[in-house]
């Protein structure tokens, strides 16, 4: 990963709303989910289910999803890019997560996993097991053919909802090029290599 991608003028952030419909297509459907009379569930729920469940899924409208598994090459990727923010951001007050640490988007539902996400104090979290991100300052997907169009579509949609977040990332796994966006932005993505850390506190 090149130093340049993290060195540009102020962390800014996402895209238009839209409506969580494409990600069926990109998806596998949670068992607990499927069937002839569909099951919903509450976030409540969802977060039960969640915190002894072996794989991540997201949730939404009362609907739970498995999400895909990564590959070699896509968690050596978020890992870098996880290694290379954490060293930016030594001395600040944010902290960078890898994978695992679910983010929810209050104004939506949407609870889900970003590969990489960055947050700044005062960090916000759902509850007291404190594994539910609320305010995100940046977030990185590592882009996979299986999930490419809803990770630019209804997915990084979702994201702009978040009121703290101001950049999204989207890193290309199979060739060598990253696309960034504002959270103000209206006309969508633009390759760039604006930094993601240097207006975070």
Not at 136 to 157: C, F, M, N, Q
């Amino acid at each position: 990963m090149r130093a340049g991608i993290l060195a540009g003028p102020r962390c800014v952030g996402l895209w238009p709303a839209m409506i969580y419909s494409n990600a069926d297509a990109y998806l596998r459907e949670d068992a607990l989910s499927t069937g002839a009379a569909r099951v919903t569930y509450t976030p409540a729920e969802y977060l039960e289910l969640e915190r002894a469940a072996e794989r991540k899924s997201e949730y939404l409208d009362g609907r739970i999803r498995a999400m895909t598994g990564a590959s070699r090459a896509h968690n050596l990727i978020a890992l870098n890019i996880g290694a290379e923010l954490r060293t930016q951001l030594r001395g600040r007050s944010c902290e960078a997560y890898v994978a695992d640490m679910r983010v929810k988007v209050s104004s939506t539902g949407l609870y889900t996993y970003p590969d990489v996400v960055v947050a700044c104090e005062p960090i916000q979290l759902e509850d007291a097991y404190l594994d539910t991100l609320l305010n995100p300052t940046v977030i990185v997907e590592v882009l996979s053919p299986s999930t490419e169009a809803y990770d630019r579509g209804d997915k990084l949609a979702q994201y702009r909802r978040l009121e703290s977040l101001r950049e999204c990332l989207l890193w290309h796994r199979t060739r060598p090029e990253a696309s960034a966006t504002s959270a103000r932005a209206t006309s969508g993505f633009v390759p760039s290599t604006a930094g993601l850390t240097r207006s975070c506190p």
